[in-house]
Each structure stands twice: as structure tokens, then as C-alpha cells.
């Protein structure tokens, strides 16, 4: 039996055991089943498990030489219940593909596999992935490790659950409005959205559809390097992707290079912000001065940003589900509202939306020729009752919809920049705060060794994994 001490390991070292032969892909995965079984009744992070697809995986990989295992070398991944997986269960969070088994995986999870990831099971997302409260009609509610009672935010909540109990080394994500950075900052792991491109994916319903993208989730900076490694590349199936660069990311994370000014915002201009959360992201990123910084408070202009996200997040649902409205109407949750909304979109509005977003990643770009990186929050709130469905007031402020209180990590959406969830400290009664990590467009390497260096000024690395623990 394979010792459960692993679960605490980081990927990294876990991979190195894989290489030195001290571990084998199949020692991993009964770690794993083990670990779900005690814990994972208690958050439903991965409701569904493919165990016996990935024990035939890891045993073929086993016969390969270890050289020529690619970069995960065996090292098993869970994939959001929103992409594809050969011969799993993909419900994307709906009754109505609750019986649904794809006959062809996703090209992000072919390309995993073929860089030694091994899957073994799918995570919870809310329906279509829809809303930053993890949580559908097929399996229920995803739970904070931290306290069970309150929300791992989403749409990548059972991703970061599962990393925060110990039932993930590294796990897939997605990000539209910020559901890697909101589940990242909820449950205290660390989550990055990409550049557009940076991660190719089978397209569906559009070849241009930008606002959502794929992306790694990690305990740790390295380890979040690592996946990002084994999931970018151009790939001809994707005519957006980008091709691979010549450094990896995990060597540009360990390059101990450090930015020169950073740009701190409470709020980016746009949003309330819980002054608790306020007050530990500031704290947080003064620290940068300690690694020789300028650290000043400034943001770009994306005084846009409502409503251009809601008319093109509008439209993308529009384009992506228009069909399930006119066949499923009566199977669809009510925050799907979107899909309607994108069908009455005039041309003009969707012009205005466009130049909006046009102006801002412009104006973003302006900003990042003076700051190295921008930091802000990852969430305006600490985690909240799960009951929730979602963050309806703010610091007094009541918002008009399901997403707006999404603003900060939607408004780096709309400007096309790569950013990530660092955990950064916890509020008064012990929930994980996020600090948002912000970098020009393509600037993930710069983006990584800087988010390196405050990790290892804030001493929170390590937090993870923990036993889910009961509402204080």
C-alpha cells in the first residue's frame, strides 16, 4: 500500500518520485481512491470517478520508459465536468446531459495524456458553468474544506476543493468571469487564467469564442507552472492556440526574477470590496516591497466593464445554448436568463460591446508599460453560506444580477490579460483570501516567477491539503 503521507507532497516532488522510480502511476491512484473515500463525501468535489480507465491508462504508461512518460510522467489530473472525456460520464452540470458519455475526448485532455497525465476523475462545476456557486440538479452542492458550510465559489469549485482536501496533486480548470480565480481564492490554492490561446481546446459553436479559456490549478506556484507546461502548445484542431514556448514556465517561475513597480487596487475603479478583504489584499501586496518593489496604488480605466461583459457574455451564451432554450427550456436552471438576453442583442450593441473591450485591453496595455504587474482581490468576499446561490450586496451595495459581483476578475477578462488567485492570508474567523496577479497579455512566464517571489515573502504555501472541516 502506497504511503497516504503523498497526498500532502507537492506535484512536483510527487513527479520526481515518478521519474526516480521511487512511485508508480498506479501507487498514485490508490492514494488517491483512498483519500476520496475518506474526505471527499463531505465536499463533493468529484462526484464522478474513472478509476478503471485510468489504471489501464497508467499501466500502458508504465510500459513506456520513463523518459518517454512526458512531463506529468504518470502523475494522475481530474478534469472540470465541463470538457469532454472518452468513455466518462460529462454531465456539464445539467439534467440534461446527466446520462451524457463523449466517444472523444477533449484535445486539452488528449494533450494531457499525452504528457503522462493520468484521469481519473471528473470535477463538479455548476450547470454549464454557469454562476460563481458550485452547485446543479445532478450532484448537488460543492463545500468549502475550509468550513463546510460556506461555497468553493466556481465554476471550478470541485476542481479547488478537491486540491484543498487532499484528493488532487493538479487539476484542470476554466475561466469565462473568473471561475479559476474565485474557486483559487475561496479555497486557498492558486488558479490561472491564460492568455487566450495559450491553452488549445476543441472549439464548440464558435472558432473565436475568447472569453473563456483553460487553465491550471495548484496548490503552489511551481506545481501550477508544471500543468501549465503540460497543457499549452498550439494544436492545428484550435486556430487560436499558441505555440510553445522555448523556456518552460516552471523554469521561468524558478528564475527568481523580480518586477520592479507594482500596481495595487482595492477595487480596479469598479466594484465594492469587503473592507476585511480589502484590508488583507493591501497587506499582502505591500509585502512586494520586501523583494525591493515599487508598490503603488493605480489600476487601468475599465470603467466599461458591466456592460460590455454582460452584452458579450450575453452573446457567447446566445451562440453556445441557444438550442437547448428552443428544445430543454423546461431543464434549464434560472440564471441561464443569458441565453435570452444574447438572442435580443442588436448589432449596435454588440459593435459598443466589442469597442469597449477593444479600448480597455488598449488602455491595459498603456498600464503595463510602467507596472510590471497589477494586484487587486480575487473575490470582493470571503467565502459565504452555500446556500447562497450567489453574492447579492456588497459593503452596502445590492447588484443587479447573478454576475456583476464578478467585476474584478471579469474586468482582466475583458482585457485579455493573463492572471491568477494567489492566496494571500485569511479573515478574522479563518477563510482564505485571494490576492489577484495580473500580467500584460502573454506575459504568463513574468507573471509566474513574480506571483513566486510573494508566495515566498507570504510564508502560505503549504496550507494545503486539509481536512474538510465542519461550519465554526
Known amino acids: 500500500m502506497a504511503d497516504q503521507g503523498l497526498v500532502k507532497e507537492t506535484a512536483c516532488a510527487v513527479v520526481g518520485k515518478l521519474k526516480a522510480g521511487d512511485v508508480t502511476p498506479l501507487d498514485l491512484l490508490d492514494v488517491l481512491e483512498k483519500r476520496i473515500a475518506e474526505v471527499d463525501g463531505k465536499v463533493n468535489a468529484l462526484p464522478t470517478l474513472c478509476f478503471d480507465r485510468a489504471r489501464s491508462h497508467a499501466k500502458a504508461l508504465m510500459q513506456k520508459p520513463v523518459s518517454e512518460r512526458g512531463l506529468l510522467a504518470g502523475l494522475p489530473v481530474p478534469i472540470k465536468d465541463l470538457t469532454a472525456v472518452s468513455g466518462v460520464l460529462t ?53 468549502n474544506p475550509w468550513d463546510t458550510s460556506r461555497s468553493a465559489a466556481g465554476s471550478s469549485g470541485g476542481a479547488a476543493a478537491a486540491l484543498a482536501s487532499g484528493t488532487a496533486w493538479l487539476a484542470h480548470g476554466s475561466d469565462m468571469g473568473g471561475s479559476l480565480r474565485n474557486p483559487a481564492s475561496f479555497c486557498g490554492i492558486v488558479g490561472l487564467r491564460p492568455s487566450i490561446g495559450r491553452v488549445a481546446h476543441t472549439p464548440k459553436f464558435g472558432v473565436d469564442r475568447t472569453l ?73 501586496a505591500e509585502r512586494f516591497a520586501e523583494a525591493g518593489a515599487i508598490v503603488e496604488e493605480a489600476h487601468p480605466d475599465l470603467r466599461e466593464a458591466h456592460e460590455c461583459f454582460h452584452v458579450l457574455r450575453a452573446f457567447d451564451f446566445a451562440i453556445s445554448k441557444a438550442e437547448l432554450l428552443r428544445t430543454k427550456r423546461d431543464l434549464l436552471k434560472p440564471e441561464v436568463w443569458n441565453i435570452e438576453e444574447g438572442l435580443k442583442l442588436t448589432v449596435e450593441k454588440l459593435e459598443r460591446a466589442e469597442a469597449q473591450r477593444v479600448a480597455m485591453t488598449a488602455r491595459a496595455l498603456e498600464f ?27 459593503d452596502g451595495k445590492t447588484f443587479d444580477n447573478y454576475v456583476e459581483w464578478l467585476g474584478i476578475v471579469y474586468a482582466i477578462t475583458l482585457a485579455c490579460c493573463p492572471a491568477l488567485s494567489l492566496p494571500c492570508g485569511f479573515t478574522a474567523s479563518g477563510l482564505p483570501v485571494g490576492l489577484q496577479v495580473v500580467a500584460k497579455p502573454r506575459a504568463e512566464a513574468q507573471l509566474l516567477a513574480g506571483a513566486k517571489v510573494l508566495e515566498d515573502i507570504l510564508g502560505v504555501r503549504g496550507t494545503t491539503p486539509i481536512d474538510p472541516r465542519p461550519p465554526r
Open 91 to 143: 454531465t456539464l452540470g445539467s439534467p440534461i446531459f446527466k446520462d451524457n458519455i463523449p466517444a472523444k475526448s477533449d484535445i486539452l485532455v488528449e494533450r494531457l495524456e499525452q504528457n503522462g497525465g493520468v484521469i481519473y476523475a471528473k470535477s463538479n462545476t455548476p450547470e454549464f458553468g454557469a454562476g460563481a456557486n458550485t452547485f446543479n440538479e445532478v450532484f448537488g452542492p460543492t463545500r
Open 212 to 284: 473563456g479559456v483553460q487553465g491550471p490549478m495548484a496548490r503552489n506556484v511551481e506545481d501550477l507552472a508544471l500543468l501549465l507546461d503540460a497543457m499549452s502548445g498550439e494544436h492545428a484542431a484550435d486556430p487560436l492556440s499558441l505555440p510553445a514556448l522555448p523556456t518552460s514556465f516552471l523554469s521561468a517561475t524558478r528564475s527568481g526574477s523580480k518586477p520592479k513597480r507594482i500596481a495595487y487596487s482595492p477595487d480596479l475603479g469598479i466594484t465594492p470590496v469587503d473592507p476585511e478583504v480589502k484590508a488583507v489584499t493591501r497587506k499582502a
Open 368 to 394: 503595463f508599460e510602467t507596472y510590471d504587474l497589477l494586484l487587486a482581490p480575487a473575490t470582493i468576499v470571503p467565502p459565504f453560506p452555500v446556500e447562497n446561490r450567489y453574492v447579492a450586496e456588497c
